[in-house]
């Protein structure tokens, strides 16, 4: 998991009006020989797309909120 940052020329890749996953389009990418980086992230991260995860960061969220929401 993690979030996904491209190009907005990469989308041209997707074909429209159909479902497409995003291991195809790097497979794709990486068949074009365009370059694909990656960068971890080390901070809090929390998946919520489980009910259980969810409740996790509902519960974490109130100790959390002022790293979460931090203005810089």
């Known amino acids: 998991m993690g979030v ?3 190009n907005r ?3 041209s890749l997707l ?3 159909q479902a497409d996953g ?3 389009l790097m ?3 990486l068949r074009r020989g365009d370059p694909i980086n990656i960068y971890p992230h080390h901070g809090y991260w929390l998946d919520i ?3 259980d995860d969810y409740a ?3 519960e974490e969220f ?3 909120e002022p790293r979460l929401l931090a203005h810089g």
């Open 15 to 17: 074909p429209p009006d």
């Open 56 to 58: 996790q960061a509902v």
């Open 9 to 11: 020329e990469v989308l």
């Open 49 to 51: 797309g489980r009910p």
């Open 27 to 29: 497979l794709e990418l």
């Open 22 to 24: 995003f291991d195809a």
């Open 4 to 6: 996904y940052v491209v």
């Open 62 to 64: 109130p100790t959390m």
